[in-house]
């Protein structure tokens, strides 16, 4: 079964020979035509800090965890 074409504009696009191929030079090239890097390094936090701030929430968590095994076994009534 055929139905009709569902891109209407698909007939009317330049570059394209009959049957939907396309001539050489129509095409961008396949490499890159940029070398080397690009901006600047972006960083980041320095690893001592990462682990101080886990460190901090850690105890944080930890002594809330240790709060509320306390206040359900009775300690803080």
Request: aromatic share 10%; charged share 15%; hydrophobic share 30%.
């Amino acid at each position: 079964m055929s139905g009709p074409n569902p891109d209407p504009y698909e007939d009317k696009i330049t570059g394209l020979e009959p049957g939907g191929g396309v001539p050489p030079g129509e095409t961008p090239p396949g490499e890159s035509s940029t070398a080397g890097p690009q901006g600047h390094d972006e960083g980041g936090p320095r690893r001592g800090s990462q682990v101080v701030w886990m460190a901090i929430i850690g105890v944080f968590v930890l002594l809330s965890m240790l709060y509320f095994i306390g206040y359900i076994v009775g300690f803080f009534d």
